[in-house]
T-cell receptor, first 115, second 114 residues
Framework: GDSVTQMEGPVTLSEEAFLTINCTYT??????LFWYVQYPGEGLQLLLK?????DKGSNKGFEATYRKETTSFHLEKGSVQVSDSAVYFC??????????????FGQGTILTVHP | EAGVTQSPTHLIKTRGQQATLRCSPI?????VYWYQQALGLGLQFLLW???????NRGNFPPRFSGRQFPNYSSELNVNALELEDSALYLC?????????????FGDGTRLSIL
């Protein structure tokens, strides 16, 4: 079945530092790719998406590029803020077979940003 | 615009009982998904309904079932509850079943089995 491997956390950074959270996946067919974020005390929110190879999703200063050849979808931000402290989940959406329609979540990466 | 709403927020049951969880999708959304987030296991896909039909099912026993109503709201039923069913159950909706459409999540129902 589909699977996701995310960079192990927790990740601790100082404000204005550069962030990379690595994500690689295995999936049936040609999945769409998503990053979700869960802020403290809140539910899962969509952060960004990319639906085909070489697409770049972006939102709130975060970016991720769909790399089909390396089956990766790494999340980056040039300058993090304290308010970015959250848990981040990479999730491909299955395109066929038993994975059809479902999001497969990684274990989540906890990010803490200090002032 | 109202988001995905789930009820109840918390549900306490004992082993062997039956539980019913409810979900209202974002207005205009026709697809509803159910996920289980058990401690230490991460988010696991349960069920997907679109236009009233079950489109896919995760690797869960048949005592997990559900349905989608004509207004696109959905119910998840869990029969013969077991201790390991204790988890946060998340519902999500998307505009339609297209793979490019993101899924938007509710805040969940926390089911506790005593």
């Amino acid at each position: 079945g589909d699977s996701v491997t995310q960079m192990e956390g927790p990740v601790t950074l100082s404000e204005e530092a550069f962030l990379t959270i690595n994500c690689t996946y295995t999936a049936t067919g040609y999945p769409s790719l998503f990053w979700y974020v869960q802020y403290p005390g809140e539910g899962l929110q969509l952060l960004l998406k990319a639906t085909k190879a070489d697409d770049k999703g972006s939102n709130k200063g975060f970016e991720a590029t769909y790399r089909k050849e390396t089956t990766s979808f790494h999340l980056e931000k040039g300058s993090v803020q304290v308010s970015d402290s959250a848990v981040y989940f990479c999730a491909p959406r299955g395109a066929g077979g038993t994975s059809y329609g479902k999001l497969t979540f990684g274990q989540g990466t906890i990010l803490t940003v200090h002032p | 615009e109202a988001g995905v709403t789930q009820s109840p927020t918390h549900l306490i049951k004992t082993r062997g009982q039956q539980a019913t969880l409810r979900c209202s999708p974002i207005s205009g959304h026709t697809s509803v998904y159910w996920y289980q987030q058990a401690l230490g296991l991460g988010l696991q896909f349960l069920l997907w309904y679109d236009e009233g039909e079950e489109r896919n099912r995760g690797n869960f026993p048949p005592r997990f079932s559900g349905r989608q109503f004509p207004n696109y709201s959905s119910e998840l039923n869990v029969n013969a509850l077991e201790l390991e069913d204790s988890a946060l159950y998340l519902c999500a909706s998307s505009l339609d079943g297209d793979s490019n459409q993101p899924q938007h999540f509710g805040d969940g129902t926390r089911l506790s089995i005593l």
